[in-house]
């Protein structure tokens, strides 16, 4: 007989509600060994006894359910149990402490799918199909251990079939805690704005695909909060959406009933469809093909070229779709608009009780269920880079989170607060870093109540507390007040950390890399240590000690109006016209005058005399400055917008001469003269060469001096890695055209891997921040 061997296999990570230990039974099954799994706080406890027990481990890593993600594994030598028969799954035990990460939500599995539309099935078109591959997670989950009573299944008692896969180590719906049917699960149904049930069931949505097929607009309850959905098609409908959402002209995202409706109206390659067809199913942001223009709202995305498309990643949108799909019949695209359900600056909404009463005036009906969402979770952005094929973050957040970061080593448990707008937060945990979903701009009152409760939930299922709070330098922001309530009535001690180190800190942490390294941190404002507004950055940090110096940074600029000149890039545009000695027009006349001339002269004497003009080195303001001369936008709908026009109408088929744009290496801190790039910019407008290429020539001039800038500070420095990080480098043309210069002078560029590289990666920052401050002490 060939000899025997038993061990003991701990796994931690994502492995409890995914269908974890029915691929531990089955494979020992199949191997012939006898033992047991059971969940326990520390993960998944395994013992496996026979003849190939020494190999289990290995399988078990090539056997992984899809949702599945292992983060560590111990595997020991233990007693042989003689008398042992069997294989089997043992109750669940817990403990204080626990290693087990909760899945995100995730998209209608395709064995779900088909089920949902075999009309012998019994959830035949059932909306809430889904099993231990799919479904809710995160959004359902109250606390842990993540078990049916712990989430928002609970008061949903399972039928006799339910229970009976529930209960089935070799059914794909083991302990699958969201399952259900129509018999015993939750319910959809079409309501009035007044509360009115007006259909349920199939019946719901066969009338909601009807209602949207006339024109009219519905919020639809999703998996992390409510969509207002509307024909993509439909000028006047979506023109009456931005009407009543005040959405006025920020891009609405689409979603498609399948990829090959989807391909109708853009264009994707290999990478960007395997995002589209991914169990996280965000939002892809891919060119619009010119030819579809016809068939979509020339209202969906008024200043890009891209739209942003997303496939159903529910089995209600499944069934909505197709639905609306037979409504319009085959001379109308079935595409619809699906945006976050609020006013702008407000959190989407959650409840049945809370959309009527904050959408009532958005949307013409609603379709409800019940079954109750606990955690807002909005749906992920991304932009797939097609020269690296890299995806490039936009907003993390359903599909996504609370999937960690792994970051180089373990430490102690630090909550990074985040920042003001495009919030987050982060715990760390060991080697792993939690940044929370997005949660939006923290002055909106409804805004910050998610944020807190985002924290509370948070600390509740990673259960951790802090031995630090990091908050942003900047005193008054609302994530540095809650940092200085929560240090006092807490008793945990607040650090503060500078805004771009922040940033710098977050893109080497994601990256795991810990040597000294140079920065650019090319955003929009962050106070700095010397109390002015800082923005376009080149920062030495040393993220083992968390020392930084600056080493360079832009030409410092007045900002007139504070506030305002981040809203009025015409304001900026002024200001760079006073700093390079322009006063008054010269042959043309500024583009703002005929709508803003007396404010013009009111900034004009602000610049003279010093009056409100914070001085500012930020490179989201050197575009406004740039979109402002051009005429672009005099005044921004949303934050970033003119940035958004100054890259679209760039002359990409001419070979344009590069603007110059030196590096001022004589100067403590070193300065890129930003000065003369946009003193180059107004003698071409003025001498009405095509705004394309101007375009072009600013982002070329502004890349190449960039990078000499990188390289001189690396030859000073000794340091050959750049981290690129702040909301300016989701400008494509950087994000490509910089790391490849970058690296053409032998330098090593390092990007946001996990987050976006705006501010909503700040927490992340933050919190490695924190944990160097206590390793060090």
């Known amino acids: 007989m060939p000899p025997t061997f038993r061990f003991r296999i701990v796994v931690a990570g994502q492995v409890q509600g995914v269908g974890f230990r029915p691929t531990v039974y089955k494979l020992a099954l199949d191997s012939g060994l006898t033992g047991f799994v059971r969940n326990a706080s520390e993960g998944v406890v395994i013992e496996v006894q026979g ?19 292992i983060t560590s594994m111990a595997v020991e030598a233990v007693s042989l149990r003689p008398d042992e028969k069997g294989f089997a799954i043992l109750r669940s035990v817990t403990a204080e402490g626990h290693q087990v990460l909760i899945s995100p939500d995730m998209a209608t599995c395709a064995d779900c799918l088909r089920e949902l539309f075999d009309q012998r099935d019994r959830r035949y078109r059932y909306p809430f199909i889904n099993c231990t591959n799919c479904g809710p997670r995160l959004t359902i989950t109250r606390s842990i251990p993540y078990d049916r009573p712990m989430t928002s299944m609970a008061c949903f008692e399972q039928c006799p079939d339910c229970l009976r896969e529930y209960e089935d180590p070799l059914d794909r719906r083991f302990h699958a805690q969201p399952n259900c049917c129509p018999v015993c699960g939750p319910r959809v149904w079409l309501s ?7 259909a349920v069931g199939n019946a719901a949505v066969s009338r909601a695909a009807t209602t949207l097929a006339d024109g009219k607009i519905l919020a ?6 409510f969509h207002l959905v509307c024909d993509a098609g439909d000028d006047e409908v979506v023109a009456e959406l931005r009407r009543r959402k005040q959405r006025w002209e920020k891009p609405l995202a689409v979603m498609a009933p399948d990829l090959e409706t989807a391909l109708r109206v853009v264009e994707a390659d290999p990478t960007e469809r395997e995002h589209l067809l991914s ?17 979509l709202s020339k209202h969906l995305t008024p200043d890009t070229d891209r739209l942003g498309l997303m496939l159903p990643y529910t089995p209600l949108h499944h069934v909505l779709l197709d639905a609306f799909r037979e409504s319009v019949g085959p001379e109308r695209l079935p595409i619809l608009v699906a945006t976050s359900g609020n006013l702008s600056s407000e959190p989407i909404a959650l409840g049945n009780r809370e959309a009527l009463e904050r959408l009532a005036p958005l949307a013409d009906l609603f379709l409800f269920h019940d079954r109750d969402i606990l955690i807002r979770c909005d749906d992920s952005v991304l932009r797939v880079n097609r020269e690296s094929g890299r995806p490039e973050s936009f907003r993390r957040a359903r599909g996504y989170t609370p999937s960690p970061v792994f970051v180089s080593r373990d430490g102690p448990c630090v909550l990074g607060l985040g920042p003001e707008l495009k919030a987050t937060v982060c715990l760390t945990k060991g080697d792993q870093a939690f940044v929370s979903q997005h949660v939006g701009d923290l002055t909106n009152l409804e805004t910050f109540s998610f944020y807190q409760d985002t924290i509370r939930h948070m600390r509740n299922i990673l259960r951790v507390r802090p031995e630090m709070l990091v908050a942003d330098l900047h005193p008054d922001y609302m994530s540095t007040g809650h940092g200085r309530e929560v240090s006092e009535r807490q008793e945990i001690p607040l650090t503060q950390v500078q805004h771009h180190v922040a940033h710098v800190l977050a893109v080497l942490a994601e990256n795991r890399h810990e040597e000294p390294s140079l920065g650019l941190a090319l955003d929009g404002a962050g106070l700095g240590t010397d109390r002015t507004i800082w ?3 080149a920062l030495l940090v040393d993220p083992r000690s968390g020392m930084f110096s600056r080493a360079a940074h832009f030409t410092p600029v007045a900002q007139p109006g504070g506030e305002a000149a981040a809203r009025e890039p015409w304001r900026m545009a002024r200001s760079y016209l006073w700093s390079i000695g322009i006063t008054v027009p010269g042959s043309r006349p500024w583009p703002w005058l005929d709508e803003h001339a007396q404010a013009d002269a009111f900034v004009g004497a602000m610049l003279e005399k010093g009056i409100n003009c914070p001085v500012t080195t930020s490179c989201g303001r050197l575009f406004d400055a740039v979109s402002g001369l051009l005429g672009l936008k005099h005044v921004m709908a949303y ?15 001419i070979q344009a001469a590069q603007y110059a744009c030196p590096v001022l290496a004589g100067r403590d801190p070193v300065q890129l003269d930003t000065l003369l790039l946009f003193r180059q910019v107004h003698a071409d407008w003025e001498a009405g060469k095509p705004v394309g290429t101007i375009s072009r020539r600013f982002h070329l001039g502004l890349i190449r001096g960039l990078a000499e800038l990188a390289a001189l500070l690396a030859v000073r420095s000794g340091t050959r890695t750049v981290g690129l990080s702040g909301g300016v480098m989701q400008n494509a043309t950087l994000s490509t055209l910089l790391p490849q210069a970058l690296s053409l002078r032998g330098l090593t560029p390092l990007v946001h891997t996990h987050l976006p ?5 700040i927490s992340l920052g933050q919190a490695m921040f924190g944990r160097i401050q206590l390793i060090r002490a």
């Open 51 to 69: 003849a190939d027990a020494a190999v289990f481990a290995d399988r078990l890593r090539c056997s992984l359910p899809p949702l599945a993600r």
């Open 220 to 225: 639809v309850k999703g998996l992390g909060g």
């Open 279 to 295: 169990a996280q199913r965000p939002i892809v942001l891919l060119p619009r093909l010119i030819a579809a223009e016809p068939a």
């Open 757 to 761: 590289p705006n501010d909503a990666c």
């Open 535 to 537: 923005g376009g950055e």
């Open 639 to 653: 934050e970033g917008q003119a940035a958004i026009l100054l890259e679209r109408i760039q002359s990409l088929d």
């Open 192 to 198: 009035s704005p007044s509360g009115e049930r007006l």
